[in-house]
């Protein structure tokens, strides 16, 4: 069974930074993309950044020049640096990635989330 899982959130004061690990475990073949969205109550989850296999990014126009995902292949982990952060940065932060288990087809999994408060 695949598993993603988030570690590094929490409180920061603005200005601040923080570094958000996302880990996969399980019975895995490949894994193509690797993402970081966030949700606030209330709204949609939106995406923040990803990252390819190959290590193409893409980020949201609100956290481009703040926020930096990179990924470790051999690790299965995927990391997301937060630097500046700010008051509106607040949510909580999912990692996803499109995993083939053996079967040939790519399919999205998610992590449970992981809070993160800029507040001073």
């Known amino acids: 069974q695949v598993q993603l899982v988030e570690s590094g959130g929490g409180l920061v004061q603005p200005g601040g930074s923080l570094r958000l690990s996302c880990e996969i475990s399980?019975?895995?073949?490949?894994?193509?993309?690797m993402g970081w969205y966030r949700q606030t109550p209330g709204k949609e989850r939106d995406l923040v950044a990803s990252i390819t296999p190959a290590g193409r990014t893409n980020y949201a126009d609100s956290v481009k020049g703040r926020f930096t995902i990179s990924r470790d292949n051999a690790k299965k982990t995927a990391y997301l640096q937060m630097n500046n952060l700010k008051p509106e940065d607040t949510a909580v932060y999912f990692c996803t990635s499109n995993i083939n288990t053996g079967s040939g087809r790519y399919t999205s999994y998610w992590g449970q989330g992981t809070q993160v408060t800029v507040s001073s």
């Open positions: 399980g019975v895995i073949f490949s894994i193509d993309d």
